[in-house]
Nanobody, 115 residues
Framework: VQLQASGGGLVQTGGSLRLSCAAS????????MNWYRQAPGKPHEFLAR???????DYSYSVKGRFTISRDNAKNTAYLQMNSLKPEDTAVYYC??????????WGQGTQVTVSS
């Protein structure tokens, strides 16, 4: 499977963005989908996960503000981001995991939150 992330941009503090991760070339529904981010000078940070049967998990830093979802009919995963803060500024990556396979990463989309 190949992944294409989109939806990033510049937003003011308190604003919202929805990121999309479109999958192609594979069977999307058998992959768990994850979102990560990396800010300049900081390590890769896990944000959210959605399993093949729709169960979700979030990091403490985004729980209650971000929502991960998936639409298997559209082969797309989403990350709805609300109440954005300047510290959310980073490059956001989606990731697809399937048991027994090497994880696949998208190319990243920049999110910038202005104060």
């Amino acid at each position: 499977v190949q992944l294409q992330a989109s939806g990033g941009g510049l937003v003011q503090t308190g604003g919202s963005l929805r990121l999309s991760c479109a999958a192609s070339g594979g069977i999307f529904r058998v992959h768990a989908m994850n979102w990560y981010r990396q800010a300049p000078g900081k390590p890769h940070e896990f944000l959210a996960r959605i399993t093949t049967d729709g169960k979700t998990d979030y990091s403490y830093s985004v729980k209650g503000r971000f929502t991960i979802s998936r639409d298997n009919a559209k082969n797309t995963a989403y990350l709805q981001m609300n109440s954005l803060k300047p510290e959310d500024t980073a490059v956001y990556y989606c990731n697809a995991n399937r048991i027994g396979y090497v994880p696949v990463w998208g190319q990243g989309t920049q999110v910038t939150v202005s104060s």
